[in-house]
């Protein structure tokens, strides 16, 4: 696809098709987490754009899992399954799949699927943009113009705040919360600043605003 790679949470219990598929997904640029339990899937599921999902695993079933995804994420799913019937397929669906593929598949299916689930989340998912800056939360990207940013999380959520509040004066207590969930120390703030305002490169759109905070700003022109 013309978009960029796809983190894809690959939801597995069978190990022979679990790294069949990590491998073919990897080989296609894309980047995979495989899993086999529940708990880890549902510990991934901010990192992931798509999930797909084994209707068979080893602790309870997919649907159950399915329905614990709903309640956290809106991430689309794709269920993969040997069950041939309209009957679980409906239920797939109904229990909030957004695709059902049947085994025996290709891969080639598997990919254009996957492709068709991820431009339309692209589509309609939130952007946060201020000039050259745009910033997708849900799949944790950032660009200047064309260029990708590479961000450490920390960096991506201050990027995220001052995009939430372009042109105003943001304090030093408000982005700490932001980020941290509570204040921490300054140095640790002016850490994550400066490897910031370096990813951003120049001229650099974060100003200091002296004895208070900083603030997004970049003049016209």
Do not use: C, N
């Not at 309640?71 to 239920?91: F, H, I, N, Q």
């Not at 450490?152 to 995220?160: D, E, N, R």
């Not at 140095?187 to 490169?201: D, F, I, N, P």
């Amino acid at each position: 696809m013309e978009a960029d790679a796809v983190r894809v949470l690959l939801v597995e219990d069978d190990p022979g098709v679990r790294e069949a598929l990590e491998l073919g997904l990897s080989l296609e640029g894309h980047e995979v987490r495989a899993v086999d339990r529940p708990e880890e899937a549902l510990g991934l599921l901010s990192w992931a754009e798509v999930v797909v999902l084994d209707v068979l695993l080893p602790q309870g079933d997919g649907f159950s899992l399915l329905r614990a995804i709903r309640e956290r994420s809106e991430v689309p799913v794709l269920m993969l399954t040997a069950l041939d019937g309209v009957e679980w397929r409906v239920k797939g669906l109904r229990e909030g799949a957004d695709d059902y593929l049947v085994k025996p598949y290709s891969l080639q299916e598997l990919l254009a699927r996957l492709e068709a689930l991820v431009r339309r989340a692209r589509r309609r998912e939130e952007v946060l943009a201020y000039k050259d800056l745009r910033l997708y939360p849900r799949r944790m990207e950032a660009f200047r113009g064309e260029r990708r940013l590479a961000l450490s999380p920390k960096a991506f959520l201050l990027l995220k705040a001052f995009l939430e509040a372009p042109e105003e004066v943001l304090s030093k207590e408000a982005l700490m919360r932001k980020v941290w969930g509570e204040e921490v120390e300054p140095a640790t703030l002016e850490v994550h600043l400066s490897a910031l305002r370096k990813a951003l490169g120049e001229p650099s759109p974060i100003q200091t605003v002296r004895g208070y905070g900083y603030r997004l700003f970049l003049p016209e022109g």
